[in-house]
């Protein structure tokens, strides 16, 4: 078997691990101890899937531009038709740091809840790290299967544990609005990508997306209709405006976990969703680029505005996401690959510095409960180390020199520019937006008198928090001086559609 496989199928093989000690009873006296090996195996199976993971990376041929470990898991054709469906997975450089970012934030995610557990009743422990395995299955698959039906399968099937994360373990009183409003938001995205996937079917018979990238969709205004579908699934998932309420209400009520996992990873599949359609309806891509370009301005310029006016700390970051991700829609529509590569490796960035900035709320949720602003200033007072990360990661947020953001939102603009300057500036203003609700909220939360009103005692980073903090600290560095080590993979990866589509 393929030792990529391993990948995709050792978080099931903790699912199983974990139901099988379900049936196990033991005394009260020695339940934070039962609670603590569950939290082990769980956090050893995620570092495990992570060292696979670099192990990936380090087998992986950059310059060469086809997938490589294709493996072929499942095949069956169903009843009455003769399309074949095909469980088959693969890596470019496209997805291979969506693989890598995936394992490396779940592992971070259980180490920050270890505390968090202690208080959880046995079941909901069992629970709550199963969902996780669950997710981490769901979103490693989504990247890496290259069969449009399955994709679609795990596409959807991330609301299932999602759903229950917010529903059962977020922290606010709204947690159920939320909930609905993101599996509402969701499923009416699904209907226009399962429309969307029934035409490729009745046109091209198969599902396979190396056979449907290999053989060109002469048909300009099927393309449309297929694009349309795909357009508006992945717009929910992005968000753009209009289909961004769910995105702030989900941030909010989630646990920080959840927030973070939200940030980093799914709303990526909307942007990995768009790079692998564009090489599909190349003519529709071009289309309707105008008006797709349009509304991700209108999305950041109002994400950016909206941000500035918000007194909860999750909604401040939840709208600067929005903000960014859209940055990221234009450097995909840019027409070129250097606003694609770009968008690329912000998205990458972003998974890293939203992550972060969800981290570092939940530690002061953690000890305050409350993420209202006006409760908190002075705190470079009392928490020095906490002060710290949160400028960097602020200014990393702004997309400042020497961080990976900058790298990302330079080569978007700079792809941008090659073929609408008008765009490109109006982006760049938007980039203004950026700096003044960074700089605001590090200024509200850091300098100013503490308010001991309302906080009487205070507590900086534990080693358990720098833990999850620092590394994404050192990525994020490292990324924004040697970016190399993930644009060379993605260059030789989207090389191809320079000739594909004529850019």
Not at 7 to 33: A, D, E, H, K
Not at 406 to 411: A, P
Request: aromatic fraction near 22%.
């Amino acid at each position: 078997m393929n030792f990529f496989v391993c990948i995709l199928i050792t978080p099931l093989i903790g699912v199983f691990i974990l139901f099988g000690l379900s049936f196990l009873r033991f005394n009260i006296n020695y339940r934070l101890v039962f609670i603590k090996l569950l939290k082990q195996i769980t956090f050893l199976i995620s570092i495990l899937i992570f060292l696979f993971s670099i192990i990936l990376w380090f087998n992986f041929n950059s310059l060469d531009a086809k997938f490589q470990f294709i493996y072929n898991i499942l095949e069956f054709t169903l009843p009455f038709t003769n399309t074949i469906y095909m469980y088959i997975v693969g890596v470019d450089g496209i997805n291979l740091s969506f693989i890598v970012l995936t394992t490396f934030i779940f592992p971070l995610c259980i180490l920050f809840s270890w505390d968090f557990l202690d208080k959880e009743p046995l079941k909901y422990v069992y629970f709550y790290l199963i969902s996780f395995l669950f997710l981490e299955f769901f979103v490693l698959n989504a990247f890496c299967v290259l069969d449009i039906f399955y994709f679609f399968i795990f596409f959807e099937a991330l609301l299932i544990p999602m759903f229950f994360i917010i529903g059962i373990w977020g922290p606010g009183d709204r947690k159920i609005k939320a909930n609905y409003y993101f599996a509402f938001y969701t499923l009416f995205g699904s209907a226009f990508l399962l429309f969307s996937l029934i035409l490729i079917v009745y046109e091209k018979g198969s599902t396979n997306y190396l056979v449907i990238f290999n053989s060109f969709l002469e048909n300009q205004r099927l393309q449309c209709l297929i694009f349309l579908g795909f357009f508006f699934s992945f717009a929910i998932k992005v968000p753009m405006f209009p289909f961004h309420i769910w995105l702030p209400e989900a941030h909010v009520e989630a646990p920080t976990t959840g927030s973070v996992i939200l940030a980093s990873l799914l709303l990526k599949l909307g942007g990995y969703g768009f790079i692998r359609l564009i090489p599909l309806v190349p003519y529709a891509y071009i289309y309707f680029n105008p008006l797709v370009s349009t509304l991700a301005l209108i999305s950041i310029f109002y994400a950016s505005m909206t941000t500035i006016r918000q007194i909860d700390l999750k909604k401040i970051i939840a709208y600067s996401s929005v903000a960014h991700m859209n940055f990221v829609v234009i450097g995909l529509f840019s027409l070129n690959c250097q606003g694609i590569i770009g968008s690329i490796f912000l998205m990458i960035s972003h998974g890293l510095v939203s992550s972060a900035l969800f981290f570092l709320v939940g530690i002061l949720y953690d000890r305050y409960y409350t993420k209202f602003l006006k409760y908190y200033g002075g705190l470079v007072l009392k928490m020095p180390l906490f002060s710290i990360y949160i400028f960097f990661f602020s200014i990393a947020n702004l997309s400042f020199p020497g961080t990976s953001s900058f790298i990302g939102e330079f080569l978007v603009l700079l792809g941008v520019s090659e073929n609408n300057i008008t765009v490109m500036f109006i982006a760049s203003a938007g980039m203004l937006f950026s700096t003044i609700y960074s700089m605001w909220l590090f200024n509200r939360l850091m300098f100013g008198t503490l308010k001991l009103t309302y906080i009487g005692t205070y507590c900086d980073i534990l080693r358990r928090e720098h833990y999850v903090i620092l590394p994404l600290l050192m990525l994020t560095v490292l990324l924004g001086i040697v970016p190399g080590i993930i644009l060379e993979p993605i260059f030789f990866s989207i090389k191809t559609w320079v000739t594909y589509l004529k850019f």
